[in-house]
């Protein structure tokens, strides 16, 4: 079992969908970041959450820490939002990362 | 500023062959992390450098590979001799350091090794 699982694997959205991809983790956490790749391109850093939720444009970031749970919000979706997305466990001197979610948002 | 720079983008190599990647991190970033990218997973920590030292490298293959970090700034990964299996996405990523986790950490865009 991973130590970081994110559901679901693969999505697919119409435009202007509201989007929630879902990261938990087992183990014990200082922060957890939101990450999105998109085909071809580098990893770029969307959040690092260590409590509450952070906004900003129509992402959204929500983390529980007695639930050991993630989510990741995208409002009104939009093609240029299909990418991976990583969901990475900040635990003790290494992140751990998910598996990714794909998600393709169709016009 | 040009963020955390990779070269060279992609690579295509004879099995046996050895192959070098370099990474240079956002200025004053003193951590600097080797990423590895199987398609479809998650990236895994090769290895960690604190400044010139490799303070994690538990996961790295020492038999094939290797890493440097002269003078704590740029930073090359080395596969000697490459196997089919190491086709992957190398990823290098910086950040400000330990204390200020999650503070300016950015990853390169990798560079994608084909091993044939």
């Known amino acids: 079992k991973n130590e970081v699982e994110q559901s679901p694997q693969n999505l697919t959205a119409q435009e202007g969908e509201f989007i929630t991809i879902n990261c938990s983790y087992s183990?014990?956490?200082?922060?957890l970041h939101w990450l999105q790749q998109h085909p071809g391109g580098g990893i770029v850093s969307l959040f690092m959450?260590?409590?509450g939720k952070k906004k900003h444009g129509r992402l959204i970031a929500t983390i529980n820490i007695q639930e050991k749970h993630s989510s990741l919000h995208i409002t009104a979706s939009h093609p240029r939002d299909s990418a991976v997305y990583i969901c990475a466990a900040r635990a003790t001197n290494k992140l751990i990362f998910g598996t990714g979610t794909l998600l393709a948002v169709q016009p | 500023e040009a963020g955390v720079v990779q070269s060279p983008r992609y690579k295509i190599i004879e099995k046996k062959q050895p192959v070098a990647f370099w990474c240079n991190p956002i200025?004053?970033?003193?951590?600097l992390y080797w990423y590895r990218q199987n398609l479809g997973q998650g990236p895994e920590l090769l290895i960690r450098y604190e400044n010139e030292e490799a303070v994690d490298d538990s996961q790295l293959p020492k038999d094939r590979f290797s890493a440097e970090r002269l003078k704590g700034v740029d930073s090359t990964l080395k596969i000697q001799p490459a196997e089919l299996g190491d086709s992957a996405v190398y990823l290098c990523a910086s950040s400000l350091g330990q204390e200020g986790w999650g503070y300016g950490y950015t990853f390169g865009s990798g560079t994608r090794l084909t091993v044939v």
């Open positions: 183990v014990g956490i200082s922060a």
């Open positions: 200025s004053g970033h003193n951590t």
């Open positions: 959450l260590s409590s």
